[in-house]
């Protein structure tokens, strides 16, 4: 059939083991039932689904490929990237979620915590009971983060944390939020901040026009007290966060997959039904090479995403070959939408239908976890040996 050939024009899903397969069709199955056929209303009234958290937690796509002992699958990084490929099926904001959880807040406990502070976190958010966010942008520090404004500064033992951030996915939803500051010495270091702190507060971004579904905010921290045991122990410099970026990015070169194949079936799937001129638009040399001009970037995203986890699997990844992916499949994601959007004519502008959101969120995808721009000059010095930026 018509979505089975467009989604796996060349049969990639053949490389995926079993459990890489079972795991791919019940997130598939969730999203399918539980998602598509309300993400256009959630979209249009800028609301996340909160009351599927407990189950995203039940189905295990969040810190899915941290070890068991903290609450995850220890799922291959193929696995992993197949989820996040079928959240974001559903829509950008339900994969952000998942990343900014599993990603960035999870792998930063993980990575850089002690093992009394994986222990108390790690098991609660993969079950989705408690909520973390990644405050790193600020309003004056977005693609260089190492001039972040963000103090902290230490009393004894213990930090006071100020300053603002914004654009932070699950901001308001959070019940902590992974801070990053400077200490008095001006080396970058994270910290678990309980949400309901003293001098915390959250608040919404409403006037976003992209990711309606994600709850995006700014935090304000004003003298914040965060006493030792909340200091991520082993993040020491921007190479800390910056890791965590790269287990976001790896993720976003799946899921703009996901976005791009909802696009294609429609514009496939609508192509072979709508008439004008007294046949099916699909019969028209137009239409034809633009649905062809879709399925050659939806297979290259595939070749590189399917190459870029086995990199990971073989403990060859560098960080450049992920920018290199996210750079491409968001950029080539937002394409694909934009030729679907055109395609479905009058009906391409409406929430009925999935491609004006998709296309309007891949702006965002394009733009957050590094933009287009800052990509490709992470991948020009690792080509060049030349600084940039
Ligand atoms: P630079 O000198 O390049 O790096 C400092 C240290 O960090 C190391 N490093 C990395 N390590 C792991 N992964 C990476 N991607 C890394 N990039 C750099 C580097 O080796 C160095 O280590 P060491 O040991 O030598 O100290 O630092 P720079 O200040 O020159 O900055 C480089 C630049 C511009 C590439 C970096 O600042 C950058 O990536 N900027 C973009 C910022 C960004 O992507 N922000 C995203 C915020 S989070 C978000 O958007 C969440 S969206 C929600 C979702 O994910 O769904
Ligand atoms: P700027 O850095 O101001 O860039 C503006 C423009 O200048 C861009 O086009 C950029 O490419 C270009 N530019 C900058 N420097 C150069 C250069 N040297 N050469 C050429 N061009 C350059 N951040 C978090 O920390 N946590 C989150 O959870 C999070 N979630 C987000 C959710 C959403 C919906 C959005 C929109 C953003 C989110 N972000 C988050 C922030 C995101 O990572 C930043 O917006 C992004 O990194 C870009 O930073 P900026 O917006 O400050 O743009």
């Given at each position: 059939?018509?979505?089975?050939?467009?989604?796996?024009?060349?049969?990639?899903?053949?490389?995926?083991?079993?459990?890489?397969?079972?795991?791919?069709?019940?997130?598939?199955?969730?999203?399918?039932?539980?998602?598509?056929?309300?993400?256009?209303?959630?979209?249009?009234?800028?609301?996340?689904?909160?009351?599927?958290?407990?189950?995203?937690?039940?189905?295990?796509?969040?810190g899915?490929?941290l070890?068991?002992?903290y609450g995850?699958?220890?799922?291959?990084?193929?696995?992993?990237?197949?989820?996040?490929?079928?959240?974001?099926?559903?829509?950008?904001?339900?994969?952000?979620?998942?990343?900014v959880q599993g990603a960035l807040a999870m792998y930063a406990i993980y990575r850089y915590g002690s093992e009394e502070q994986r222990r108390q976190y790690l098991p609660a958010m993969a079950?989705?009971q408690v909520i973390g966010c990644f405050g790193l942008?600020?309003?004056?520090?977005?693609?260089?983060?190492?001039?972040?404004?963000t103090?902290a500064?230490q009393?004894?033992d213990d930090y006071v944390l100020?300053g603002?951030k914004?654009?932070i996915?699950n901001g308001?939803l959070a019940d902590i939020a992974i801070v990053w500051a400077?200490d008095?010495?001006?080396?970058i270091r994270g910290f678990i901040v309980p949400t309901d702190a003293p001098g915390f507060?959250a608040?919404?971004?409403?006037?976003?026009?992209?990711?309606?579904?994600?709850?995006?905010?700014?935090l304000?921290l004003?003298?914040v007290h965060v006493d030792q045991s909340l200091q991520l122990p082993h993040a020491k410099?921007?190479?800390a966060p910056?890791?965590c970026?790269?287990?976001?990015?790896?993720?976003?070169?799946?899921?703009?997959?996901?976005?791009?194949?909802?696009?294609?079936?429609?514009?496939?799937?609508?192509?072979?039904?709508?008439?004008?001129?007294?046949?099916?638009?699909?019969?028209?040399?137009?239409?034809?090479?633009?649905?062809?001009?879709?399925?050659?970037?939806?297979?290259?995203?595939?070749?590189?995403?399917?190459?870029?986890?086995?990199?990971?699997?073989?403990?060859?990844?560098?960080?450049?070959?992920?920018?290199?992916?996210?750079?491409?499949?968001?950029?080539?994601?937002?394409?694909?939408?934009?030729?679907?959007?055109?395609?479905?004519?009058?009906?391409?502008?409406?929430?009925?239908?999935?491609?004006?959101?998709?296309?309007?969120?891949?702006?965002?995808?394009?733009?957050?976890?590094?933009?287009?721009?800052?990509?490709?000059?992470?991948?020009?010095?690792?080509?060049?040996?030349?600084?940039?930026?």
């Open positions: 059939d018509i979505v089975a050939k467009v989604e796996d024009f060349y049969r990639i899903s053949g490389l995926w083991t079993e459990e890489e397969r079972d795991v791919q069709h019940a997130v598939r199955h969730f999203v399918d039932e539980q998602i598509k056929p309300f993400a256009g209303q959630w979209w249009q009234a800028g609301e996340f689904p909160v009351s599927l958290i407990p189950e995203l937690g039940r189905l295990g796509v969040l899915s490929n070890p068991e002992e995850g699958s220890a799922l291959s990084p193929l696995a992993y990237g197949l989820i996040m490929q079928e959240l974001e099926r559903g829509d950008s904001g339900l994969r952000s979620f998942a990343s079950s989705g942008t600020e309003p004056d520090a977005g693609s260089d983060p190492a001039s972040m404004l103090k500064h009393v004894g100020s603002t914004r654009w996915t308001h400077k008095d010495t001006g080396t507060s608040r919404p971004i409403h006037t976003k026009a992209s990711m309606r579904m994600s709850a995006t905010s700014e304000y004003d003298g410099g921007l190479g910056l890791s970026l790269t287990q976001a990015r790896y993720g976003i070169a799946w899921g703009a997959i996901g976005a791009a194949m909802d696009c294609l079936v429609e514009a496939a799937t609508y192509a072979k039904t709508r008439v004008a001129f007294g046949r099916p638009i699909a019969a028209t040399q137009l239409v034809q090479e633009r649905i062809v001009d879709m399925q050659t970037r939806l297979v290259s995203m595939q070749l590189m995403a399917r190459q870029l986890g086995w990199l990971y699997q073989n403990g060859q990844l560098d960080y450049a070959h992920v920018s290199l992916a996210k750079r491409h499949n968001a950029r080539a994601a937002l394409e694909i939408a934009r030729m679907s959007r055109e395609l479905l004519g009058g009906n391409g502008i409406s929430t009925d239908y999935a491609s004006i959101r998709h296309m309007a969120n891949l702006e965002t995808v394009d733009t957050y976890e590094g933009t287009y721009e800052i990509h490709t000059l992470i991948v020009g010095r690792n080509l060049l040996g030349e600084e940039a930026f």
